[in-house]
């Protein structure tokens, strides 16, 4: 399975991983950002390319590409997001540093980001592992099964890919959420000034677990690498000073004949190599000055007497210790398949006796043995990844849940007040949110209470607590709206001759009159009725669904009730009123105008000597518009 070629580095295996992470976030285009935008754009795509073009290449094969092109997706949207990720890896499969089958899942990751980015504007952590679990895991698994190649590498290769994009996305959310970028996101993208305390709750988090288990692996990969180059060492080591005593030791007619190629001499000498390799995959290989091969001990195909040149059909990528790190010419699509099928060479040349011996054994023992290492490690960090992003969830769903629904609880809790409706409060179950919620509730009462107060003082005679003139206003103006399948009447009453009651027994006297009369009135009204003191001895009754006949009936009505004696003070007052009567949309369209026909009827009632109603009729508008 070979793919474009990458560039192969040294072998220092140093364990660099790539990580993501979530709020609300308003997606916005190119045109309606300044410069700095732009050049922000540009920056993290120039950072990308080059994180391919100048990328240190350990064996592992990690780019950061994934994390600019993560902040640009969570920045800009999903289309300039996704045109910028099919840009780079474009050029990146130019350059031949990735394969084109992982170009392609990653632009799908990038898309399925921006897409989810767009849907609920949240979770860049989460949208990335969402991606990886359910889409990116099956196809790399069916890719690697295609390919007949679904082995402990492959395992290594796709848990490397998974949890390096969820590390990096990690890394982007960060750098969006408390970097430099983040006072550019807020500005931009219509942050909210501050933090997201489930965003900071997750990333120290994952932060928290991440850094010393990195570390930790750091440690131990380098010892474990360490370890596993030494024993290479000691191995090779102790196999050419072997081979080298030997051949120091042959007599010079012996070496003579091994110079010679002779076959007998030959073959001695190849058991004897046999030996110093011991059955541990090496292959030793004995030239003579002009390197033709003399004897070996090795699987390759090598005849006697044939040039001899370890170089040939690959390249050196590394030095340590003496030792040559060989790989073979051919485009691997990731560079730990590539070591993969490397090798490590000794080459010594014995100038004394005019012999070269060279010493190769394959990388991929030593390879499968530090990948054991590092997997169940790799396994661990995913893990971790994975129960931090669940227990996020779970608190998400727990307690930034309860916030959330406190926090829309409380939103325009005056006009929820208004409106008369009832709040709901989130159910209890963690200590400080139900303080929080016992707290917001206690204010919210007492805010009701003052409203409440306020309300009625706004819209209520404080003498009769009846409704007041601001009150009849904005409901007559609302059933002025709804009767659109029936009458309103409006009876305009004030009570006869009240300022010589008041002006005779007192302003206390008076008040009591008021009140008197306002409990009458309220037996009188059903619920049809609406009962408001305007101003002074002045009432207004507005009746709906109703015509002339029924409001004269309610008008008889109140007359009885008025004119029935009341006492006050020892005092037996007989009182009467002045009604007058006025109907929407007969006689007006619209309520000042019902209200100023009713209060020219009213008068006419008056002038007839009061204790009676008078409906309306064009001849009382004329006569009062001469006056």
């Not at 709040?423 to 009701?448: H, M, Q, Y």
Request: proline share 3%; with cysteine.
């Amino acid at each position: 399975m070979v793919a474009p070629k990458g560039r192969r580095g040294c072998l220092a295996v140093s364990f660099f991983l790539s990580k993501g992470g979530r709020n609300t976030v308003i997606l916005t285009t190119m045109k309606e950002k300044p410069l700095s935008s732009y050049l922000i754009y540009l920056s993290l795509v120039l950072l990308a390319i080059l994180s391919f073009v100048f990328r240190t290449h350990f064996f592992y094969g990690i780019s950061v590409a994934p994390l600019f092109i993560m902040i640009i997706i969570a920045l800009y949207g999903i289309i300039i997001g996704g045109s910028s990720a099919a840009l780079v890896y474009t050029i990146a499969i130019i350059l031949e540093e990735i394969w084109l089958p992982f170009a392609i899942l990653h632009i799908g990751a990038t898309l399925f980001i921006g897409w989810r980015l767009r849907k609920n504007g949240q979770g860049l952590i989460s949208h990335n592992f969402l991606y990886w679990i359910i889409i990116g895991i099956p196809i790399l698994v069916l890719f690697y099964v295609v390919f007949g190649e679904f082995d402990d590498l492959a395992i290594i290769l796709i848990q490397k890919e998974v949890t390096s994009t969820i590390v990096f996305s990690l890394l982007a959310d960060i750098l969006i959420s408390y970097g430099p970028l983040n006072m550019y996101a807020r500005a931009k993208l219509q942050f909210p000034k501050g933090y997201f305390f489930n965003r900071l709750m997750v990333h120290t988090s994952l932060l928290a677990l991440l850094i010393p288990f990195l570390v930790y692996v750091i440690m131990n990969g380098n010892q474990e690498e360490k370890r596993i180059f030494d024993s290479i060492d000691r191995t090779m080591t102790s196999r050419m000073q072997a081979v080298e005593n030997y051949l120091y030791k042959l007599p010079s007619n012996e070496l003579y004949l091994l110079k010679q190629q002779g076959l007998i001499q030959s073959r001695i000498t190849n058991q004897m190599l046999q030996m110093a390799a011991e059955n541990t995959h090496l292959a030793i290989y004995i030239t003579d000055q002009h390197q033709s091969l003399l004897t070996a001990h090795t699987i390759d195909s090598y005849q006697i007497g044939q040039l001899f040149d370890w170089h040939a059909g690959g390249d050196v990528v590394a030095e340590y210790k003496g030792y040559s790190y060989w790989l073979p010419n051919v485009e691997f699509y990731n560079e730990l398949v590539g070591w993969n099928h490397g090798y490590v060479i000794q080459e010594k040349k014995l100038s004394s006796i005019g012999l070269t011996i060279t010493i190769i054994t394959p990388f991929s023992p030593y390879l499968t043995s530090l990948l054991h290492i590092y997997q169940p490690q790799i396994w661990v960090l995913f893990l971790v990844c994975a129960t931090v992003l669940m227990l996020h969830f779970i608190y998400n769903r727990v307690f930034f849940s309860l916030l959330t629904k406190l926090a829309h609880s409380t939103i325009a809790i005056p006009s929820k007040l208004i409106d008369g409706k009832e709040l709901s409060w989130p159910k209890k179950g963690i200590i400080e949110v139900d303080a929080l919620v016992d707290n917001f509730r206690t204010v919210t009462e007492d805010l009701k209470e003052t409203f409440n107060q306020t309300h009625r003082l706004a819209y209520y005679d404080s003498l009769t607590g009846l409704a007041n003139r601001l009150c009849m206003q904005k409901d007559f103006t609302n059933l002025f709206v709804q009767s659109t399948y029936g009458s309103l009447a409006v009876l305009f009453f004030d009570l006869d001759h009240f300022k010589h009651i008041n002006d005779s027994l007192g302003h206390s006297a008076g008040d009591q009159l008021l009140q008197l009369t306002a409990d009458r009135l309220t037996k009188v009204c059903d619920e049809h009725c609406h009962l408001y003191r305007v101003s002074g001895d002045e009432f207004v009754i507005i009746v709906e669904q109703t015509d002339m006949e029924n409001a004269q009936l309610v008008a008889v009505n109140i007359l009885k009730v008025v004119s029935q004696p009341m006492f006050i003070e020892q005092n037996e007052l007989n009182i009467t009123a002045s009604i007058g009567i006025a109907l929407y949309p007969e006689h007006g369209e619209s309520p000042e105008a019902v209200m100023k026909e009713a209060d020219s009827a009213m008068y006419v009632a008056k002038e007839n000597g009061g204790n009676t109603f008078s409906a309306y009729a064009e001849s009382h508008n004329i006569r009062f518009s001469e006056k």
